[in-house]
């Protein structure tokens, strides 16, 4: 049995070790799938570290939070078309009723760099969760205000806590998921952020009209307790770090507050106020500027600060930051131009105006998912400078506007407005988040909702200033026309003579007159509207101008986009 076992004993060697060596052939010889397309086939720790499994939780989870986004933005426009309903339904001057936006607006900028801290800190589910009730719970006090003071705390709080949910999201959107799914996220979160503001006036007209102005909050509550509850169910995306709880950067903190509100208030106040001259826009000012100077000093000095600044250092952002100005003032600027002359000029109600400002809506939506295609394959330098151009013509168009323009004369400028900033902004954000190390996205993220809103701020103020200067220059221009010696003024007004005194007027030549001015009045209005649009295609004019200066832009994880679309993090 020994001399037989010995024969036996090799030859299973044999077969064992030509088994081995088949075993190996083929794994040299089987293909490793690139992590973006497919799971690795070996247990490979590196490829399974850079490819996170999706779970359909967190889809679930960054869906509900993507309609708090986009509740959260859209309660800034959605009482634009509606605010003299307000101001009736409270009693309240036309200068208090402003406040229900500027409230809002000065709350949420404040919030939106410290919702970058409380993310780290606390876990994004945490800190959204506690944005959403907070927005919420005040969403409803504001639905039941009875006095203008009431309206005005509760809205400030409300834009506090709508203000986490922004940046939360944003950051979630490059965090959460993985590289191949990337275009997808900021397509679906660009596209929220810019049509949120674009559809308020619509969606805000259409509830004043069908219910009440009181609705314009209490829609809020059923979709916020089902988000509340969805991502408490399912939002386990990250975790805190705790010890971002030990030396807390108060001085940052609150001179970050004092510095934005205050810079708000300044841009709100200062155009209704002749600025420097009113002592409450002055104190504003200096306050502001004093509250800057040590917040800039003390975030890049302090171990752990409320914002981090260093993000600017990088030459990707820091551009993509100046492109977001700009798109912030043209979104903006453009929703407050548009409902401000359809109402003032055109004479048109809440309902109307709305349905006006559906074409940009439209566009934008329509637009989404082809920039985040285009995003895919061509330079994002080109997709950017394309979408500005795009933007700055649709600007341009409006400089022909007449006091009879409407849905049908404004719906191709608004289709290129919308289409161009939604193709401009998709790669932008892109190439200013991606280029980011993960460390720094949520800190990021607030910084660049942050620069959004205040060039939106700059842009309303900007242009409130620019309405009055112009509406005064154009008004004296014409009228400089009007001479006694002027035969075709002459016969215009011996006509609106005639025909007051037919319609039994008492002093028909003193109406005449005061048609004359009326007409006046509203050209040089109108003329003044087409200045603020050129004055917004010169800007995305520069923006396009800008994308030159970015170079080749490479991620973290790698090129974002085929082609020429690398751009190096610096």
Same mark, same amino acid.
């Given at each position: ?11 299973? $060697? ?45 889809? /679930? ?10 509740? =959260? ?17 409270? &009693? ?11 409230? *809002? ?11 970058? *801290? ?23 006090? @504001? ?11 509760? $809205? ?29 996220? #900021? ?102 500027? /004093? ?10 000095? *302090? ?33 407050? +131009? ?38 895919? $394959? /061509? ?22 506007? !007449? ?25 932008? #954000? ?9 460390? %720094? /996205? ?28 112009? !509406? ?17 003024? #002459? ?25 004359? #001015?009326?007409? +006046?009045? %509203?050209? &040089?209005?109108?003329? &003044?509207? @087409? ?30 986009? =085929? ?8």
């Amino acid at each position: 049995m020994t001399a037989l076992e010995s024969p036996l004993e090799d030859e299973n $060697r044999h077969r064992m070790r030509a088994r081995m060596l088949r075993v190996l052939r083929l794994r040299e010889q089987m293909p490793v799938a690139p992590s973006e397309d497919r799971p690795a086939l070996l247990n490979d720790a590196t490829s399974a570290q850079a490819e996170p499994v999706v779970k359909i939780g967190h889809i /679930i989870a960054f869906i509900a939070m993507v309609v708090g986004m986009f509740m =959260a933005i859209l309660d800034i426009q959605i009482v634009a078309a509606s605010l003299p309903q307000i101001q009736a339904g409270l &009693a309240a001057s036309r200068e208090e009723v402003s406040w229900v936006q500027t409230s *809002y607006l000065i709350a949420e900028v404040v919030m939106i760099p410290l919702a970058g *801290y409380l993310s780290r800190w606390l876990g994004s589910r945490p800190t959204f969760v506690m944005a959403a009730i907070g927005f919420t719970g005040f969403s409803v006090l @504001a639905g039941l205000a009875q006095s203008m003071d009431q309206m005005i705390l509760a $809205r400030t709080f409300q834009g506090f806590f709508g203000g986490a949910l922004i940046p939360t999201v944003f950051a979630l959107a490059f965090t959460a998921f993985p590289e191949r799914h990337r275009t997808l996220t #900021t397509v679906v979160v660009s596209l929220i952020a810019t049509l949120a503001p674009t559809i308020g006036p619509t969606i805000g007209g259409y509830i004043t009209e069908a219910a009440s102005w009181h609705w314009l909050f209490f829609v809020n509550v059923i979709p916020g307790i089902a988000i509340v509850l969805i991502v408490l169910r399912f939002g386990d995306f990250d975790k805190g770090d705790p010890r971002l709880s030990r030396g807390i950067d108060w001085l940052g903190l609150v001179t970050m507050a004092i510095f934005l509100g205050c810079l708000q208030f300044f841009l709100e106040e200062g155009p209704r106020n002749d600025w420097f001259d009113d002592r409450a826009v002055l104190l504003a000012a200096s306050a502001s500027a /004093i509250g800057c100077v040590i917040f800039l000093w003390r975030s890049l000095n *302090y171990s752990n600060p409320i914002v981090d600044l260093k993000a600017f250092g990088n030459t990707s952002f820091a551009i993509g930051s100046a492109l977001q100005l700009i798109v912030g003032a043209g979104l903006y600027g453009s929703v407050f +131009l548009r409902p401000l002359f359809l109402a003032e000029v055109r004479q048109l109600g809440a309902l109307d105006i709305g349905v006006v400002m559906l074409a940009t809506g439209l566009a934008m939506f329509v637009a989404a998912p082809i920039a985040g295609k285009l995003s895919d $394959r /061509i330079d994002p330098r080109l997709q950017m400078a394309g979408g500005m151009l795009l933007a700055a013509w649709g600007f341009q168009d409006m400089a022909h506007l !007449t006091p009879q323009w409407g849905f049908a004369e404004m719906f191709w400028p608004q289709i290129w407005t919308g289409a161009g900033i939604m193709i401009a902004m998709i790669p932008a #954000t892109r190439v200013s988040m991606a280029s980011l190390p993960p460390e %720094r /996205i949520k800190s990021a993220s607030s910084l660049f909702q942050l620069v959004r809103n205040i060039g939106g701020a700059m842009a309303l103020a900007g242009l409130v200033q620019l309405l009055s200067d112009r !509406t005064d220059f154009h008004r004296l221009r014409l009228s400089e026309g009007i001479a006694p010696d002027n035969l075709a003024v #002459t016969n215009f007004l011996e006509t609106l003579a005639f025909r007051d005194a037919q319609l039994g007027i008492a002093d028909p030549e003193s109406g005449a007159l005061q048609q004359l #001015t009326g007409i +006046l009045a %509203r050209d &040089a209005s109108t003329m &003044a509207f @087409a200045d603020g649009f050129i004055v917004l295609g010169y800007a995305f004019a520069l923006g396009a101008i800008l994308t030159l200066a970015i170079g080749r832009v490479r991620t973290s994880s790698g090129p974002i986009s =085929a082609g020429n679309a690398a751009v190096s993090g610096h």
